[in-house]
């Protein structure tokens, strides 16, 4: 028996919740494509003759594909992940595929329609493998949901510069219509890899969380060592001529880094083998068993003469506290998810608006195409560490001082104020560097904060549907700052340029802009309305105060605690189920 011990502890490990956290985030990392449009945007815009305008129609509906999720969390709700993984991986080959033969040719030119619809399907894949992975994760570390949101969408951050490196290393580098190609294909691979990794999993009830702090804490210190090493590559790539076999290298570093956590992984889940308590599979479980653990409670049958229930709309309305479980049209409807769809338009909208025209930023300050990606690659390292800095920054002082969520998203909003005025006066030289940096970071910090404050104040049954229903609005703000304010005042100036001797693109027929004009008027208003977000912010903090003030992950340790009780009670069914486990 004893030769059979590695064999079980293999098969534990891999259906562990640490393991599960690791193969979320290989997943992560390779779902960020929509980050690095302005790398391969001007490739759409030569290829197929856009102006500024049309380009910004299409980099909308990209948004609107990658934000609107609503459809992959009713998915989830009644699916199981991989399910949710799978059509995922189908719908960003489709979309970015047919993209690469539209750009290189092997296809008739499409309509514009059908570009943007092709991006709208290729982005919102990247809604389907959040969806899947990132609410298996919240709901396996519930106790730790800000570490673990910062890490999960602190690799989609990464996502951009790991991208660049691995298609300098297969490509070269010479042409962005082969990165369209490797977005095509890597993402839906790595889905169809772990695709039935992903799942819920009962935290074992030992398990304390000061201790899953610590080892979420270990695995940032190996995501840092990885944005290290991609700013260091980011510098050398810039200031020297690398040869292919340079790349190669690199990429292989990027790699292994992007797989030493698995020595983490193998180690906690050895531990909790040692323990002899390893996690319970909630997924296809007995269903006696899955009612002796039901946590929810028991339903109250009232007595005869007792006043009845309120009608369902009415209990639409009359919502439970804040951090218990909100049904979704409680949640809808609620005046904090106004606040949180206010701002989310008039913060994310901006910052989104920045990174989807860095590219041609960069190109009207005259920066070259070299310039342009290392201000990419940049707007990906720093949007790393604004989500990785506001997952464990604001997991902390949560605990430590109870200081709000929202109050840390409103310090966000201000300083993205500052990367949106470098843009608006960006003659100064080097500021558009500063720039890329400091949106990069504002956009990152974003992302987890939005989510983490989702979760605290309607609570984790729903959650794959209600942090896909708050994403959903920033496409608004992105189509209202980028596509009707910032492309329109663009094509104007480029248009009023012409008038007075101006020049057309070298590459296509689209008028060119040139000068720190072409976006200053479209980030001063930028920058007024993250101010407007700043102040609605502000109103949710002063809602929220006494809530956060209080103990909000008080329910779950409750839940956790009855739990705990119920699996002394079914020790018998628990060991069966483990044996399962191992021999599957």
């Given at each position: 028996m004893s030769a059979l011990d590695p064999i079980r502890l293999a098969v534990h490990v891999s259906h562990g919740r640490w393991f599960t956290l690791f193969a979320s985030f290989l997943i992560m990392a390779a779902s960020g494509a929509t980050y690095i449009f302005s790398a391969y945007s001007e490739a759409i815009k030569s290829s197929l003759g856009y102006d500024q305008h049309t380009l910004n129609t299409i980099s909308f509906f990209k948004d609107l594909g990658a934000n609107v999720g609503v459809l992959p969390g009713l998915v989830n709700e009644v699916a199981p992940p991989s399910a949710v993984l799978a059509t995922g991986a189908a719908m960003n080959l489709f979309g970015y595929l047919m993209i690469y033969l539209a750009i290189t040719g092997h296809t008739a030119r499409p309509h514009l329609w059908q570009m943007c619809l092709y991006i709208c399907v290729g982005a919102n894949s990247q809604a389907f493998a959040n969806t899947g992975a990132l609410v298996a994760c919240v709901r396996n570390f519930p106790d730790s949901r800000g570490a673990v949101l910062g890490l999960l969408k602190g690799f989609v951050g990464l996502s951009g510069a790991i991208f660049t490196q691995l298609y300098l290393a297969f490509y070269g580098g010479g042409d962005p219509k082969s990165l369209v190609l490797l977005v095509a294909w890597l993402p839906a691979a790595v889905s169809l890899v772990f695709l039935r990794t992903i799942r819920y999993l009962n935290p074992p009830p030992h398990r304390h969380q000061s201790h899953e702090f610590k080892v979420l804490c270990t695995f940032l210190y190996t995501t840092i060592a990885l944005a290290g090493f991609l700013m260091a590559m980011i510098i050398l790539q810039r200031r020297s001529v690398f040869t292919q076999g340079a790349y190669t290298t690199s990429s292989v570093v990027v790699l292994f880094l992007l797989l030493l956590p698995v020595a983490i992984v193998v180690r906690e889940e050895a531990s909790?083998?040692?323990?002899?308590?390893?996690?319970?599979?909630?997924?296809?479980?007995?269903?006696e068993f899955s009612k002796s653990i039901d946590r929810t409670p028991p339903t109250v049958t009232p007595k005869k003469g007792s006043t009845p229930r309120s009608s369902s709309l009415a209990s639409i309305f009359t919502p439970p506290k804040r951090g218990e479980d909100y049904s979704i049209l409680q949640a809808v409807v609620s005046v904090d998810m106004l606040i949180i769809i206010v701002t989310t338009i008039c913060g994310v909208g901006g910052t989104l608006t920045a990174i989807d025209n860095m590219g041609q930023i960069g190109k009207s300050l005259g920066y070259n195409a070299e310039?342009?990606?290392?201000?990419?690659?940049?707007?990906?390292?720093?949007?790393?560490?604004?989500?990785?800095?506001?997952?464990?920054?604001?997991?902390?002082?949560?605990?430590?001082?109870?200081?709000?969520?929202?109050?840390?998203?409103?310090?966000?909003?201000?300083?993205?104020?500052v990367g949106h005025l470098l843009i608006a006066f960006g003659g100064v030289p080097g500021s558009l560097y500063i720039a890329s940096v400091v949106t990069g970071f504002c956009f990152g910090a974003q992302v987890p904060l939005f989510f983490a404050i989702i979760s605290e104040l309607f609570g984790l049954k729903h959650y794959s549907t209600l942090h896909n229903f708050g994403g959903a609005a920033s496409p608004i703000g992105s189509y209202i700052l980028n596509v009707k304010v910032t492309g329109q005042l663009y094509d104007r100036e480029a248009a009023r340029q012409i008038a007075n001797g101006g020049t057309l693109s070298s590459s296509s027929s689209s008028p060119e802009c040139v000068g720190t004009e072409c976006f200053r008027v479209s980030f001063i208003i930028i920058t007024a309305v993250t101010v407007v977000g700043t102040a609605v912010m502000l109103v949710l903090v002063w809602r929220t105060w006494d809530f956060y003030r209080g103990d909000i992950y008080g329910r779950c340790r409750v839940q956790r605690e009855g739990k705990k009780e119920l699996g002394e009670k079914d020790e018998e069914m628990v060991a069966i189920l483990e044996d399962r486990d191992r021999i599957d």
């Open positions: 909790d083998w040692n323990r002899g308590k390893p996690p319970v599979i909630k997924d296809g479980l007995p269903s310039s342009v990606g290392t201000l990419v690659s940049l707007i990906s390292i720093w949007n790393y560490a604004g989500r990785a800095a506001a997952g464990f920054v604001s997991e902390i002082l949560l605990v430590k001082y109870r200081l709000p969520r929202p109050l840390l998203l409103a310090l966000v909003f201000l300083l993205s104020c």
